[in-house]
């Protein structure tokens, strides 16, 4: 990837942002609205790919912000930066890393101009 494709990427991260708050909106909500209760909680440690505060505080606010997800405190264990987020529809600790590392690959491509790192 090259600088010339990064304002493209920013875009399109965007756009796939506001679809993932509308996707985890309706499930909340959905879950508040109808007799039951569908969720099922857990905390979830994250390591991250990263490089520096700026993409960590950035990172932590998406995650924040998506409904269904609280990150919950973070450190750096051996130079990388580590996240514990709380989910509200994550069965398995596993499935939950795999869908936030998914969430921070797609923001890293959109914020480094040289893209996500592989």
């Not at 990263?50 to 990150?71: Q, S, Y």
Request: glycine share 6%.
């Amino acid at each position: 990837m090259t600088w010339l494709t990064w304002p493209f990427r920013l875009m399109f991260f965007v756009l796939w942002f506001a679809k993932e708050l509308v996707v985890s909106s309706v499930a909340v909500i959905k879950d508040n609205l109808t007799p039951g209760q569908d969720s099922t909680t857990g905390l979830t440690r994250m390591t991250t790919r990263c490089r520096n505060d700026w993409e960590l505080t950035l990172l932590a606010a998406l995650i924040t912000v998506t409904p269904g997800t609280l990150v919950i405190g973070n450190t750096t264990e051996n130079g990388r930066r580590v996240l514990f987020v709380h989910t509200l529809y994550f069965p398995d600790a596993d499935v939950s890393r795999k869908e936030l590392a998914g969430m921070e690959t797609q923001m890293l491509t959109a914020v480094r101009r040289e893209g996500a790192p592989s």
